[in-house]
């Protein structure tokens, strides 16, 4: 992108869109790849060696694949928390017990969502997470997240905030969505590192 760096800072819509056509352009099979390869490298994180609970996400159509890892987590014990959106694009959360407690629900016209089908445990049950695991679009070189511009993530951000919880904020991206700059607004918080296929990176 450096090309670009004489020209005024595109705007978060034109960034999300360049990145999602990116993802679209990914085949089945660039998806799955990625998916075992950034859950061996999240493997690899102490934070989520150590974690009892962690809130994280499933993945769906291109974005980076998350299943494997949430497997993973589940099979050792963790407790893994997954998000329901709510009509104002807060989230409630709920606990994964396997792929059997997942619901496809379509929210809109979007893209149906895989959300927890059983007990709704309400959206400050974030705060008990030591890792949360949130999507993304791209994070720059501070560490600042571009999401999918709904807000969902600056609300668990501040509410993790608000009761002083310091969980380790990780976020999964294909390697071209690590970039040097992203515009940020006061609201956007940074994350403390990302994973992709090629590896681990965080951010001071
Ligand atoms: N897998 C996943 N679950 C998630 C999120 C996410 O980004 N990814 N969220 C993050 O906040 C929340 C739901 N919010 C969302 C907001 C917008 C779109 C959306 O615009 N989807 C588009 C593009 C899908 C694609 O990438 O192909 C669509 O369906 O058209 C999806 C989820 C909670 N659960
Ligand atoms: N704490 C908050 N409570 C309610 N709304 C918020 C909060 N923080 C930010 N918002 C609003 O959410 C909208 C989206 O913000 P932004 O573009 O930063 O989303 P994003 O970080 O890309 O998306 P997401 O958080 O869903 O991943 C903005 O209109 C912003 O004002």
Redesign the pocket.
């Known amino acids: 992108m450096s090309h670009l760096e004489d020209e005024p800072e595109p705007d978060?819509r034109t960034l999300?869109r360049g990145f999602l056509a990116a993802r679209n352009a990914l085949t089945t099979d660039d998806v799955r790849t990625a998916a075992l390869a950034l859950a061996e490298r999240a493997g690899e994180l102490p934070e989520l060696a150590h974690a009892r609970t962690v809130a994280a996400y499933v993945s769906v159509g291109g974005e980076p694949g998350t299943l494997t890892l949430l497997d993973a987590l589940h099979a050792r014990g963790v407790r893994v928390l997954l998000p329901a959106l709510l009509p104002d694009?807060d989230l409630d959360w709920g606990a994964y017990a396997g792929e059997g407690s997942l619901a496809p629900v379509r929210h809109g016209g979007r893209t149906a969502l895989l959300e927890p089908a059983g007990e709704r445990l309400g959206p400050d049950a974030v705060t008990d997470a030591d890792v949360v695991l949130?999507?993304?679009?791209a994070v720059d070189a501070g560490g600042m997240?571009?999401?999918?511009?709904?807000?969902?993530?600056?609300?668990?951000?501040?509410r993790l905030a608000a009761v002083g919880a310091r969980p380790s904020l990780v976020v999964l991206l294909y390697d071209g969505e690590v970039v040097d700059r992203l515009p940020a607004?006061a609201?956007?918080r940074p994350v403390h590192a990302v994973v992709t296929p090629s590896g681990v990176r965080r951010f001071a």
């Open positions: 978060k999300r694009n949130l999507p993304g679009l997240r571009l999401g999918r511009g709904g807000g969902s993530y600056d609300r668990v951000l501040a607004e609201h956007d």
